[in-house]
């Protein structure tokens, strides 16, 4: 009896590990606590040693955990970059800027209070702000053993700051990854709470390992339950249209894989159904994670100075928006290999109608410029073929029909378009294949709107904009171009990938902006505590 | 007892395993890899000789154009036409892959020994995209373009009775390539191999073969001979 007690032990402590949900510590910090609406906020993140997923998302939330923007940031060396560019249409209050990863979110996400000013209104009705009351703010650790120093107490505007970051050589062999390296201007009566939510009952989810992952449901609308083998598709339309789709296996479940995209992307999502009398429900899964439950807010006075600095700022703020003073430079994406022609082949012929004489319908399109495509528009009922360059004869089966690389299975839509609604069609003489596709013959139309408003929105279509990998940023000089023009800079150096060194030199310009300033260094050691040291000063 | 024992690690291991697998059930196979791309195989006519280098579908893989992998496919290449083809279980057809989406495909021979094959453009008569089978790497590859024709010969009438007069012959050639300076074509015979180098080295070259006791006859030899050389430090005269 006993050895069989030692063996269950034996088997549970195999099967533990698997299920034991490891404690993780995300680090998120910004350039600044306090910003103006359209003003760009930037952030580090700091991930956990044994992250597997690829990408970290950084949101921007009110305090009601309304979602009102956000990126998902590509994770090097468990470290993330990004930016969050505030709209102009914010109200003035406190927000929440959160990170997270998509597979484990319900589990945990960090989340840091900042303020943002409306540009539009001022501080002067206001007496109090809400502030967060977290019952677990993150502390991290000032440490002694990275020295700033040839900081002055005072600069003044316009003028260069040289300083020097030593890091002793004991904490050189500790530190891990990257130092975040910033000077900013900085407001003392507004320290922002840092928290973290945890939720262990929570499961994790799929990991974005690659990239991206777009993921939902197929419901039968009758029967409410999942159905199997139904074909989900995904375009992307473009010149050259990206496509994936999906068989859904018995949970009615299907995935895409986002992975070579970079900032605002179109999709088309769409299932078709195995028979023409069966109604689908298409339920994509959510693709930020929900607020959770927030902590507390309280009510705080504000001080004289923190209403002066936001009048500034506000100032400020207008000024850059008007003389157009970005504060970041987008690098190029990085280098795809994609195909150079679609999914569904080469074109056997391309047909342009607008050189032709116009055309009221397809009908006529197809019978006077669309060589070997037969429309027939019979009783209301529409049937398009293609012939087939091998074997002398048409399909006899439908073609792949794309408006804008956008399958469609309803020849209605196509009938009543004229030569003027058409910019050029692909047609595709030959049975392709596409993974476990088949294409008996191909026909795109690329329309002259290219605005995909001939397909309506559904149960079985969504049209999404999705916001793939950021594009990576490095901070705007400033422009000395103009002598004139004021240099409004509030943030004067961010250098969130400083590789660590005994002796490091910091150079930068103070802007025409006067006010506290802080120099912050932040650096993760390998057993994940974020240590930092800083420095204040003030430009008059 | 120990019977019991046994029967429980086995049920534990079982349920552990299980869980696992279910785990990586949820997904369909390839999900998030790149799709083929190609059209369907038109069967080519039958004539004396064989179109394809292997007899049959044979176990390989593929690399797309960005370097990616996909694996466990049946394939097949057509020497004639110096393309690919691969059959899709699912569909239950022959598919000849879009050349312009894979750089090169690989499968083990029946000797066990991987065949590598990679998309080159060649730019000497019939200039285009074409797949050689690499059969040495280094600084000056040896690489085979396993071509097979379509001859006419003499009059002769197949399984049907019915008379034809073309037959599919062996066309393989042989090159040296090197990355930026192009492909110098070799035939497997000494003298063909000699002139691939300088004027200076034939002599060398030709004893450090006979020192070695390689007739270049075929292309087992034309590779032994091409190793030796190799080693020897000998460079190609690429033109």
Same mark, same amino acid.
């Given at each position: 009896?006993?050895?069989?007690?030692?063996?269950?032990?034996?088997?549970?402590?195999?099967?533990?590990?698997?299920?034991?949900?490891?404690?993780?510590?995300?680090?998120?910090?910004?350039?600044?606590?306090?910003?103006?609406?359209?003003?760009?906020?930037?952030?580090?993140?700091?991930?956990?040693?044994?992250?597997?997923?690829?990408?970290?998302?950084?949101?921007?939330?009110?305090?009601?955990?309304?979602?009102?923007?956000? !990126?998902?940031?590509?994770?090097?060396?468990?470290?993330?970059?990004?930016?969050?560019?505030?709209?102009?249409?914010?109200?003035?209050?406190?927000?929440?800027?959160?990170?997270?990863?998509?597979?484990?979110?319900?589990?945990?996400?960090?989340?840091?209070?900042?303020?943002?000013?409306?540009?539009?209104?001022?501080?002067?009705?206001?007496?109090?702000?809400?502030?967060?009351?977290?019952?677990?703010?993150?502390?991290?650790?000032?440490?002694?053993?990275?020295?700033?120093?040839?900081?002055?107490?005072?600069?003044?505007?316009?003028?260069?700051?040289?300083?020097?970051?030593?890091?002793?050589?004991?904490?050189?062999?500790?530190?891990?990854?990257?130092?975040?390296?910033?000077?900013?201007?900085?407001?003392?009566?507004?320290?922002?709470?840092?928290?973290?939510?945890?939720?262990?009952?929570?499961?994790?989810?799929?990991?974005?390992?690659? !990239?991206?992952?777009?993921?939902?449901?197929?419901?039968?609308?009758?029967?409410?339950?999942?159905?199997?083998?139904?074909?989900?598709?995904?375009?992307?339309?473009?010149?050259?249209?990206?496509?994936?789709?999906?068989?859904? &296996?018995?949970?009615?479940?299907?995935?895409?894989?986002?992975?070579?995209?970079?900032?605002?992307?179109?999709?088309?999502?769409?299932?078709?159904?195995?028979?023409?009398?069966?109604?689908?429900?298409?339920?994509?899964?959510?693709?930020?994670?929900?607020? !959770?439950?927030?902590?507390?807010?309280?009510?705080?006075?504000?001080?004289?100075?923190?209403?002066?600095?936001?009048? &500034?700022?506000?100032?400020?703020?207008?000024?850059?928006?008007?003389?157009?003073?970005?504060?970041?430079?987008?690098?190029?994406?990085?280098?795809?290999?994609?195909?150079?022609?679609?999914?569904?082949?080469?074109?056997?012929?391309?047909?342009?109608?607008?050189?032709?004489?116009?055309?009221?319908?397809?009908?006529?399109?197809?019978?006077?410029?669309?060589?070997?495509?037969?429309?027939?528009?019979?009783?209301?009922?529409?049937?398009?073929?293609?012939?087939?360059?091998?074997?002398?004869?048409?399909?006899?089966?439908?073609?792949?029909?794309?408006?804008?690389?956008?399958?469609?299975?309803?020849?209605?839509?196509?009938?009543?378009?004229?030569?003027?609604?058409?910019?050029?069609?692909?047609?595709?003489?030959?049975?392709?294949?596409?993974?476990?596709?088949?294409?008996?013959?191909?026909?795109?139309?690329?329309?002259?709107?290219?605005d995909y408003s001939m397909l309506a929105e559904s149960s079985q279509l969504a049209r999404l904009t999705l916001e793939t990998i950021q594009l990576e940023t490095k901070l705007a000089e400033p422009s000395n171009t103009e002598p004139n023009i004021p240099d409004l800079r509030q943030l004067l150096y961010w250098?969130?990938?400083?590789?660590?060194?005994?002796?490091?030199?910091?150079?930068?310009?103070?802007?025409?902006?006067?006010?506290?300033?802080?120099?912050?260094?932040?650096?993760?050691?390998?057993?994940?505590?974020?240590?930092?040291?800083?420095?204040?000063?003030?430009?008059? | 007892?120990?019977?019991?024992?046994?029967?429980?690690?086995?049920?534990?291991?079982?349920?552990?395993?299980?869980?696992?697998?279910?785990?990586?059930?949820?997904?369909?196979?390839?999900?998030?890899?790149?799709?083929?791309?190609?059209?369907?195989?038109?069967?080519?006519?039958?004539?004396?000789?064989?179109?394809?280098?292997?007899?049959?579908?044979?176990?390989?893989?593929?690399?797309?154009?960005?370097?990616?992998?996909?694996?466990?496919?049946?394939? &097949?290449?057509?020497?004639?036409?110096?393309?690919?083809?691969?059959?899709?279980?699912?569909?239950?057809?022959?598919?000849?892959?879009?050349?312009?989406?894979?750089?090169?495909?690989?499968?083990?021979?029946?000797?066990?020994?991987?065949?590598?094959? &990679?998309?080159?453009?060649?730019?000497?008569?019939?200039?285009?995209?074409?797949?050689?089978?690499?059969?040495?790497?280094?600084?000056?590859?040896?690489?085979?373009?396993?071509?097979?024709?379509?001859?006419?010969?003499?009059?002769?009438?197949?399984?049907?009775?019915?008379?034809?007069?073309?037959e599919y012959t062996n066309s393989y050639q042989y090159y040296f390539y090197s990355p930026g300076k192009g492909y110098s074509l070799v035939r497997p015979n000494l003298n063909a191999f000699l002139d691939v180098f300088n004027e200076a080295d034939q002599k060398s070259v030709k004893k450090l073969i006979r020192?070695?006791?390689?007739?270049?006859?075929?292309?087992?030899?034309?590779?032994?001979?091409?190793?030796?050389?190799?080693?020897? !430090?000998?460079?190609?005269?690429?033109?």
């Amino acid at each position: 009896m006993k050895k069989i007690s030692l063996i269950i032990l034996f088997l549970t402590s195999l099967w533990l590990p698997g299920n034991t949900q490891q404690k993780s510590f995300y680090g998120l910090y910004t350039d600044r606590d306090i910003y103006v609406s359209g003003e760009t906020l930037l952030a580090k993140i700091f991930l956990p040693e044994g992250i597997s997923s690829s990408i970290v998302c950084l949101d921007l939330m009110n305090m009601n955990g309304t979602r009102i923007t956000g !990126g998902s940031l590509s994770i090097h060396n468990n470290e993330a970059e990004g930016y969050l560019l505030l709209p102009d249409s914010l109200s003035t209050g406190t927000y929440l800027v959160r990170t997270y990863q998509k597979h484990n979110a319900s589990r945990i996400k960090t989340i840091r209070e900042i303020w943002i000013s409306s540009r539009f209104d001022g501080l002067e009705k206001i007496s109090q702000i809400k502030r967060i009351i977290a019952p677990n703010s993150i502390q991290d650790k000032e440490t002694t053993q990275i020295t700033i120093t040839g900081i002055q107490p005072e600069y003044k505007t316009n003028s260069s700051i040289e300083a020097n970051i030593s890091i002793d050589e004991s904490l050189l062999k500790e530190l891990d990854g990257n130092l975040l390296v910033s000077v900013a201007q900085t407001e003392q009566t507004f320290n922002p709470v840092s928290f973290q939510i945890e939720n262990n009952q929570s499961n994790d989810g799929i990991i974005e390992k690659k !990239g991206i992952i777009i993921s939902g449901t197929i419901t039968d609308k009758k029967t409410l339950q999942p159905e199997p083998n139904i074909t989900v598709c995904l375009t992307i339309p473009d010149s050259i249209p990206g496509f994936q789709y999906y068989t859904t &296996r018995k949970d009615g479940r299907f995935y895409f894989l986002l992975d070579q995209y970079y900032g605002s992307v179109q999709a088309v999502v769409q299932c078709f159904a195995n028979n023409p009398n069966q109604r689908l429900n298409m339920k994509l899964d959510e693709l930020y994670a929900d607020p !959770g439950t927030l902590p507390g807010f309280k009510l705080q006075p504000i001080s004289e100075d923190f209403k002066t600095n936001i009048t &500034r700022n506000i100032s400020a703020g207008t000024f850059r928006k008007v003389f157009g003073q970005e504060t970041l430079v987008y690098s190029s994406p990085p280098k795809v290999i994609r195909d150079s022609y679609p999914y569904y082949g080469k074109a056997t012929k391309t047909v342009d109608p607008q050189l032709f004489i116009e055309l009221p319908n397809f009908t006529e399109v197809a019978r006077e410029l669309l060589p070997g495509v037969k429309f027939r528009n019979y009783n209301d009922e529409p049937s398009l073929q293609v012939l087939n360059n091998a074997t002398h004869s048409y399909f006899e089966d439908n073609p792949l029909i794309l408006i804008d690389g956008i399958p469609v299975r309803d020849l209605n839509i196509i009938k009543g378009m004229g030569s003027a609604d058409i910019d050029r069609v692909d047609i595709c003489q030959n049975e392709r294949f596409y993974g476990d596709m088949r294409f008996p013959g191909v026909v795109a139309i690329y329309s002259t709107k290219a605005d995909y408003s001939m397909l309506a929105e559904s149960s079985q279509l969504a049209r999404l904009t999705l916001e793939t990998i950021q594009l990576e940023t490095k901070l705007a000089e400033p422009s000395n171009t103009e002598p004139n023009i004021p240099d409004l800079r509030q943030l004067l150096y961010w250098n969130p990938t400083t590789r660590p060194n005994q002796n490091m030199a910091l150079k930068c310009r103070t802007s025409t902006i006067e006010g506290q300033f802080k120099i912050q260094v932040r650096g993760k050691l390998k057993d994940g505590t974020i240590l930092f040291s800083e420095k204040n000063f003030e430009v008059k | 007892m120990t019977t019991r024992i046994l029967h429980i690690l086995i049920l534990g291991c079982f349920l552990i395993c299980s869980g696992r697998i279910y785990a990586q059930d949820t997904f369909n196979r390839n999900w998030d890899g790149q799709k083929i791309k190609g059209v369907r195989h038109i069967a080519y006519p039958t004539y004396t000789g064989f179109p394809f280098l292997t007899d049959g579908w044979v176990p390989g893989q593929i690399e797309f154009n960005n370097g990616e992998i996909a694996d466990s496919l049946y394939l &097949r290449y057509s020497a004639f036409k110096d393309e690919l083809l691969y059959y899709n279980k699912l569909l239950g057809s022959q598919i000849v892959i879009d050349k312009v989406s894979i750089s090169g495909f690989s499968f083990k021979g029946p000797d066990g020994i991987p065949r590598i094959f &990679r998309k080159q453009y060649y730019d000497g008569y019939m200039k285009g995209d074409r797949f050689f089978e690499i059969l040495s790497k280094g600084e000056t590859d040896l690489l085979a373009y396993r071509k097979r024709n379509l001859t006419t010969t003499m009059p002769y009438k197949d399984e049907q009775q019915i008379l034809k007069d073309q037959e599919y012959t062996n066309s393989y050639q042989y090159y040296f390539y090197s990355p930026g300076k192009g492909y110098s074509l070799v035939r497997p015979n000494l003298n063909a191999f000699l002139d691939v180098f300088n004027e200076a080295d034939q002599k060398s070259v030709k004893k450090l073969i006979r020192r070695n006791r390689v007739r270049i006859t075929d292309e087992a030899s034309l590779l032994q001979a091409w190793k030796i050389v190799e080693g020897g !430090g000998f460079k190609i005269l690429l033109r």
